[in-house]
Protein backbone atom coordinates (compact mmCIF):
# COMPACT_ATOMS: atom_id res chain seq x y z
CA UNK A 1 0.00 0.00 0.00
CA UNK A 2 1.77 3.41 -1.24
CA UNK A 3 0.10 5.57 1.88
CA UNK A 4 2.17 3.25 4.74
CA UNK A 5 5.60 4.36 3.68
CA UNK A 6 8.19 3.96 6.73
CA UNK A 7 12.21 4.22 6.94
CA UNK A 8 13.62 1.13 7.81
CA UNK A 9 16.68 1.58 10.36
CA UNK A 10 19.27 -1.29 9.39
CA UNK A 11 22.14 0.03 11.70
CA UNK A 12 22.07 -0.02 15.40
CA UNK A 13 23.66 3.55 16.18
CA UNK A 14 21.12 5.24 14.30
CA UNK A 15 18.92 6.93 16.17
CA UNK A 16 15.27 6.14 17.49
CA UNK A 17 13.34 3.50 17.16
CA UNK A 18 9.61 4.58 16.04
CA UNK A 19 8.44 4.90 12.04
CA UNK A 20 9.64 8.16 10.32
CA UNK A 21 6.54 10.75 9.12
CA UNK A 22 6.80 12.96 6.69
CA UNK A 23 7.93 16.69 7.52
CA UNK A 24 4.74 17.82 7.91
CA UNK A 25 4.34 15.90 11.38
CA UNK A 26 0.86 16.30 10.90
CA UNK A 27 -2.63 14.08 11.34
CA UNK A 28 -2.28 11.43 7.81
CA UNK A 29 1.41 12.43 6.99
CA UNK A 30 1.23 8.63 6.04
CA UNK A 31 -0.97 9.46 3.56
CA UNK A 32 0.51 10.78 -0.13
CA UNK A 33 -0.50 14.16 -0.59
CA UNK A 34 -4.42 14.57 -2.32
CA UNK A 35 -5.62 11.03 -1.15
CA UNK A 36 -7.78 10.41 1.22
CA UNK A 37 -9.15 7.10 2.89
CA UNK A 38 -11.75 6.93 0.73
CA UNK A 39 -10.40 7.90 -2.62
CA UNK A 40 -8.43 5.30 -4.89
CA UNK A 41 -5.48 6.13 -6.62
CA UNK A 42 -6.66 6.78 -10.40
CA UNK A 43 -8.00 10.16 -9.31
CA UNK A 44 -5.15 12.65 -10.58
CA UNK A 45 -4.83 16.30 -8.96
CA UNK A 46 -4.08 19.45 -11.20
CA UNK A 47 -0.62 20.88 -11.31
CA UNK A 48 -2.14 24.01 -10.22
CA UNK A 49 -3.49 22.37 -6.85
CA UNK A 50 0.37 21.36 -6.39
CA UNK A 51 1.63 24.95 -6.73
CA UNK A 52 -1.22 26.33 -4.54
CA UNK A 53 -0.37 24.10 -1.82
CA UNK A 54 3.38 24.69 -2.16
CA UNK A 55 2.78 28.41 -1.84
CA UNK A 56 0.30 27.94 1.45
CA UNK A 57 3.32 26.10 2.77
CA UNK A 58 5.47 28.70 2.27
CA UNK A 59 3.20 31.51 3.79
CA UNK A 60 2.54 29.27 6.38
CA UNK A 61 6.15 28.84 7.45
CA UNK A 62 6.63 32.91 6.79
CA UNK A 63 3.00 33.31 9.03
CA UNK A 64 4.49 31.08 11.76
CA UNK A 65 7.66 32.79 11.86
CA UNK A 66 6.27 36.28 11.82
CA UNK A 67 3.71 35.23 14.78
CA UNK A 68 6.93 34.13 16.75
CA UNK A 69 9.00 37.28 16.31
CA UNK A 70 5.60 39.33 17.20
CA UNK A 71 5.02 37.04 20.67
CA UNK A 72 8.98 37.56 21.57
CA UNK A 73 9.13 41.60 21.53
CA UNK A 74 5.49 41.24 23.16
CA UNK A 75 6.27 38.68 25.68
CA UNK A 76 9.97 37.78 25.56
CA UNK A 77 9.31 35.18 28.52
CA UNK A 78 6.57 33.37 27.01
CA UNK A 79 8.55 31.98 23.77
CA UNK A 80 12.15 30.42 23.98
CA UNK A 81 14.03 31.72 21.63
CA UNK A 82 15.32 28.64 19.90
CA UNK A 83 12.70 28.25 18.56
CA UNK A 84 12.01 31.56 17.08
CA UNK A 85 15.27 30.81 15.79
CA UNK A 86 14.67 27.45 14.16
CA UNK A 87 11.11 28.83 12.82
CA UNK A 88 13.05 31.69 11.01
CA UNK A 89 15.18 29.53 9.77
CA UNK A 90 12.57 26.83 8.19
CA UNK A 91 11.03 30.03 7.33
CA UNK A 92 14.04 31.35 4.77
CA UNK A 93 14.61 27.83 3.88
CA UNK A 94 11.14 27.39 2.64
CA UNK A 95 11.13 30.10 0.58
CA UNK A 96 14.90 29.93 -0.90
CA UNK A 97 13.84 26.35 -2.14
CA UNK A 98 10.00 28.02 -2.93
CA UNK A 99 12.52 30.52 -5.31
CA UNK A 100 14.95 28.04 -7.05
CA UNK A 101 11.88 25.41 -7.96
CA UNK A 102 10.65 29.03 -9.85
CA UNK A 103 13.71 30.11 -11.18
CA UNK A 104 14.06 26.29 -12.70
CA UNK A 105 10.25 26.26 -13.63
CA UNK A 106 10.90 29.71 -15.41
CA UNK A 107 14.09 28.89 -17.06
CA UNK A 108 12.67 25.20 -18.10
CA UNK A 109 9.99 26.86 -19.79
CA UNK A 110 12.40 29.16 -21.73
CA UNK A 111 14.24 26.51 -22.77
CA UNK A 112 11.28 24.41 -23.88
CA UNK A 113 9.55 27.17 -25.53
CA UNK A 114 12.73 28.19 -27.80
CA UNK A 115 13.26 25.02 -28.86
CA UNK A 116 10.19 24.22 -31.06
Known amino acids: MIGNLELTR ?3 AHIGSAPVVSARGMAGAGQLSGSSQGEGLGK ?3 F ?4 VEA ?6 KQMASAANVEKMIIDPDSVDIHD ?5 AEAN ?3 SLA ?3 ISRMVSSW ?3 TTTR
Do not use: F, K, P, W
Not at 84 to 88: G, R, S
Open 55 to 60: VDYVNN
Open 48 to 51: DSYL
Open 99 to 101: QTV
Open 10 to 12: THA
Open 44 to 46: ARS
Open 93 to 95: MSL
Open 84 to 88: VTTAM
Open 110 to 112: NEI
